[in-house]
């Protein structure tokens, strides 16, 4: 069993299997060139199971696979069916932004992916593309059809913006709701790699919209999951992912890591620690040394949550899949 330095049990790996991604959202990396990281300087899949093996006897349940947008680097399905045969009840995930999503769901699918979060910021064409700098909506929505077709679990993602998706908070939690699949609402979580213009909604204002089209009632937190959810009268539940309060951070049981090696242990600190020369070596011991080190050392809880000033993370969010 993982245990970091505040008692918390870490059972949830996210793994970032690149950096790149083929949107420029206002909210994460709208200035960054497009560009490719050598694969010199990224771990292999095989590498990269080769740790994930660690994590999963130590008492990891929860595998998510995140970017950048992981659907860009080739053969993705194989590393799916690496850890859902080392494993086959592991909890595999995988969150993309949909846009290559059409031709790569049934074979996810086949190889072992079990669930999968889109993101999905607007149901108009013009604001998705200046959201993305890129015109994305119709393939987002065509990937969002046929990951349903082939029966993946769908999770929708949105990150409210003032002053350009705020208007649609109902019409995408309707068409969530029409379909069948969760929502949850995202605080947009300020960032030095952000537009300097953007500005998110916190969850109150996000409430305030929903309730001038439906009441709801607050739920119980569920175990260590980032979601305050919120029950509609005739039994839909969308949630909402509030990192500018405390118990966010209370419960939480994840760690990241990243496709060059980088072992994160809080989505908001530049704190880290590399596994990539231990795993080159083949020095597995080393790599579960450094996982207990990092846990050891995560920190108590982000400082988004600051009420005494405007905090910023300068964490690259393409980096570690948010």
Known sequence: MLIDGHGRTVDYLRVSVTERCNFRCQYCMPEKPFSWVPKEELLTYEELFEFIKVGIDEGIK????????????????N????????????????????????????????????????????????VAAKIAQKNVLKKVLKGIETAHKVGLKIKINCVPMKG????????????????????????????????NTAKGLNSEEIQELIRKSYSFQKQEREGSSPSQNYKLDDGYVFGIIEPHKDDFCSTCNRIRLTASGVLIPCLYYEDSKSIKEAIKEGNIKKAAAILKEVLANKPEKNKWSSEDSNETSTRAFYETGG
């Open 62 to 77: 929860k595998v998510r696979i995140t970017g950048g947008e992981p659907l860009l680097r080739e053969g993705l399905e």
């Open 79 to 126: 590393f799916v069916e690496m850890i859902s045969s080392y494993k086959n009840d592991i909890d595999l995930a995988l969150t993309t932004n949909g846009f290559l999503l059409e031709h790569a769901a049934g074979k996810l699918k086949d190889a072992g992916l079990r669930r999968i979060n889109i993101s999905l910021d607007s149901l108009k064409e013009d």
């Open 164 to 195: 350009i998706n705020d208007t649609e908070l109902v019409d995408i939690l309707n068409f969530c709701k029409e379909k069948g699949f969760p929502i949850r609402f995202i605080e947009y979580m300020e960032n030095s790699h952000a537009k």
